[in-house]
């Protein structure tokens, strides 16, 4: 990234870039989840729309960030229409695979 930015490169492009190609953004964007504390599978799309939206306007490129989805775990919820999202994985072992990857 470093590179990139040093040749002329956005930086928020080429953090966003680097991140989806090294398989990366979903293991960020969890951790953002988690910290916002994203709790439906709404608050998870409400999320993810606005990165795409981003991504699409800042950046100008379009990201498929529907991989994002399988690193939550789902659950109804005893309101209707309601479904819980949760990080699939603890975030110890997200944090982990973030640093295995640095």
Not at 40 to 59: I, P, V, W
Not at 78 to 97: F, S, Y
């Given at each position: 990234?470093?590179?990139?930015?040093?040749?002329?490169?956005?930086?928020?492009?080429?953090?966003?870039?680097?991140?989806?190609?090294?398989?990366?953004?979903?293991?960020?964007?969890?951790?953002?989840?988690?910290?916002?504390?994203?709790?439906?599978?709404?608050?998870?799309?409400?999320?993810?729309?606005a990165?795409?939206?981003?991504?699409?306007?800042?950046?100008?490129?379009?990201?498929?960030?529907?991989?994002?989805?399988?690193?939550?775990?789902?659950?109804?919820?005893?309101?209707?229409?309601?479904?819980?999202?949760?990080?699939?994985?603890?975030?110890e072992?997200?944090?982990?695979r973030?640093?295995?990857?640095?």
């Amino acid at each position: 990234m470093a590179f990139s930015v040093e040749t002329g490169e956005d930086a928020a492009e080429a953090y966003v870039m680097r991140a989806g190609e090294l398989g990366l953004l979903k293991w960020i964007i969890t951790l953002e989840a988690a910290a916002l504390d994203v709790g439906t599978k709404n608050e998870l799309d409400n999320l993810l729309s606005a990165y795409g939206a981003f991504m699409r306007d800042y950046l100008q490129v379009k990201v498929d960030l529907s991989e994002v989805y399988s690193a939550f775990q789902y659950m109804a919820s005893d309101v209707g229409g309601i479904t819980m999202a949760t990080p699939a994985l603890p975030i110890e072992e997200v944090l982990r695979r973030l640093r295995m990857s640095a």
